[in-house]
């Protein structure tokens, strides 16, 4: 990786601080990558625009690493990125006019483990997109209730309230497919 990392520096004429960022950068994909993609899955409910939508968030991250002020944050920034790319797609036009259809899965291809995980990401698909959002934060990426507030910009108690109707939801639709 160093290795890389140098070459890349001489081909560009990178300063130190660039070579700093392009190892931020390494270092959250590597890191951050899946968690991301759980949020942006969570908001579009769809698998290739999520992936679209983190690669997007990541150049964006990219153009203003200049803006996080705290590294020790950067995952919380990152998913705010994530989210503000997720609404834009959620508002733009071509979203609105075609809807994506995805290809069966034959129930042969799958073993039970993987079976039941779907099972639940489909049940979690049934839910609001607020209620799969915090469960995604919460349970997925194991952030604080405190840390989701900010990301998500509301108040702590009403992250508090949406987690316990969204387990009690989840909850429910679970019952009802005989989990």
């Known amino acids: 990786m160093e290795k890389s990392l140098r070459m890349s520096t001489s081909r560009h004429n990178g300063t130190p601080l660039e070579l700093e960022q392009r190892e931020a ?15 942006a899955l969570a908001i579009l409910n769809d698998y290739h625009l999520a992936q679209d939508c983190v690669q997007e968030s990541l150049i964006k991250a990219v153009m203003n690493i ?3 002020h ?3 944050k950067a995952l919380a920034w990152l998913c705010t990125i994530v989210r503000n790319e997720c609404r834009t797609v959620l508002r733009s036009s071509w979203k609105r006019k075609i809807k994506l259809s995805s290809q069966p899965i034959e129930s042969s291809q799958i073993d039970s483990s993987t079976r039941k995980a779907l099972d639940i990401y489909q049940t979690l698909a049934c839910l609001r997109k607020e209620y799969r959002e915090i469960l995604v934060l919460y349970y997925v990426n ?5 840390e989701i507030s900010e990301i998500i910009n509301i108040r702590e ?3 508090r309230v949406r987690l316990h109707r969204a387990r009690r939801a989840l909850k429910k639709l679970l019952e009802k497919e005989g989990y």
């Open 66 to 68: 200049n803006k996080l």
């Open 70 to 72: 705290d590294p020790d």
């Open 25 to 39: 950068i390494e270092c959250w994909v590597e890191q951050y990558y899946s968690k991301l993609f759980a949020v």
């Open 157 to 159: 108690s009403t992250c």
């Open 142 to 146: 194991g952030f604080l209730l405190k």
